[in-house]
């Protein structure tokens, strides 16, 4: 994304916050059975897993397959190529701990306890092996899964992020000359109190700022979605359920000290923003390593090119 298109994007953000048009919205929000039927032959579950209880949506045929979705989104980024995927796979879905309608409880919101979440709850559903892929910090997740539980993944994809480590400590709170822009959310995230008590019921005035700064095709995250998405964070304890996963970052550090380096297939997706960082850290993580640069696409890699996202899905996967 070029800086003059960051401009007009966040321009147009600070147009909609000004005007008061971005408030939340959540009359009329379509249920999660009903988003999943719309799909085709998807249907909405939940399961008791861990302490906690998990929402996921599931269709298709054949080898399964776990999606897990990033902040500030929930299954629904997957939309785009879920039905694509169902032709060969048997999809899962999955609204992590303190996500849309999985339970939020106070804690647990480290990778490697949301990783068990995500082992019980294939497990319950039969499996003992999967494919699993993973954007933002569903990546994280997908990837603490991988190092945790290697016996129970085929191989794994890392949608524009990786497990958090030490490179995360030398983030700024203050961007650097020519930065495009700098993830000032990931310092706001761990806060106490504060995200909730100003966000509560106004989430869409952050979906619409996330959108404009990390999307290159503002209509590809579209009015229903924004929607949907500002819904699913309006209340207080999801917005302290989706903080939790900033808070934990720490923990996440130290723990990924300890993984060994992941034998399993590898496939990193990435934006041309993060090509270049996730190229150089992944090999140090795992042995059989592709990174592959997704062009025309900010972050949202599923939202704004899932055909070409899909396609590398089902090549790799199989």
């Known amino acids: 994304m070029d800086r003059r298109t960051l401009l007009v994007a966040s321009t147009a953000t600070a147009a909609l916050a000004m005007t008061g048009t971005s408030a939340s919205a ?18 909405s579950g939940h399961a008791n897993v861990n302490g ?19 902040w500030p989104q929930t299954w629904w980024q997957f939309r785009g190529v879920m039905p694509v995927l169902a032709k060969n796979h048997r999809v ?29 709850l294939v497990r319950s559903l039969g499996y003992d ?8 910090i569903g990546a994280m997740v997908a990837q603490s899964f991988a190092a945790n539980h290697p016996g129970a993944v085929r191989k794994i994809a890392l949608l524009d992020v990786t497990h958090p480590d030490e490179g995360m400590n030398s983030l700024t709170l203050i961007p650097q ?24 019921g106004r989430f869409r005035l952050l979906i619409d700022h996330l959108c404009g700064l990390l999307l290159v095709n503002q209509a590809a995250i579209g009015e229903r979605d924004r929607a949907l998405y500002a819904h699913a964070y309006s209340t207080p304890e999801a917005i302290r359920g989706g903080n939790g996963w900033y808070k934990t970052f720490g923990q996440d550090i130290i723990d990924q000290k300890a993984y060994p380096r992941l034998t399993m297939p590898v496939l990193a997706l990435a934006a041309a923003g993060n090509y270049d960082y996730l190229a150089a850290s992944l090999p140090g993580k795992a042995i059989d390593v592709q990174v592959k640069k997704i062009e025309n696409t900010g972050h ?16 790799f996967f199989g």
Not at 130 to 136: L, Q, Y
Not at 177 to 199: S, T
Not at 300 to 315: D, S
Request: charged share 20%; glycine share 14%.
């Open 129 to 136: 092996k999967v494919d699993i892929a993973g954007h933002d």
């Open 26 to 43: 959540g009359q009329g929000v379509p249920s999660d059975a009903a988003l999943a039927r719309s799909l085709g032959d998807f249907r």
């Open 92 to 120: 899962i879905a999955v609204d992590l701990r303190g996500m849309g309608g999985s339970g939020k409880p106070a804690g647990g919101y480290d990778k490697k306890t949301m990783a068990r979440d995500i082992y019980e």
């Open 177 to 200: 000359p020519g930065q495009p822009f700098f993830p000032w959310w990931f310092a706001f995230n761990q806060v106490d109190v504060l995200p909730e008590q100003l966000l509560a």
């Open 300 to 315: 949202y890699l599923t939202e704004e090119q899932p055909a070409v996202v899909a396609a590398e899905l089902r090549t």
């Open 52 to 70: 906690t209880r998990l929402h996921y949506v599931t269709g298709g045929k054949g080898t399964p397959l776990v999606l897990l979705p990033g």
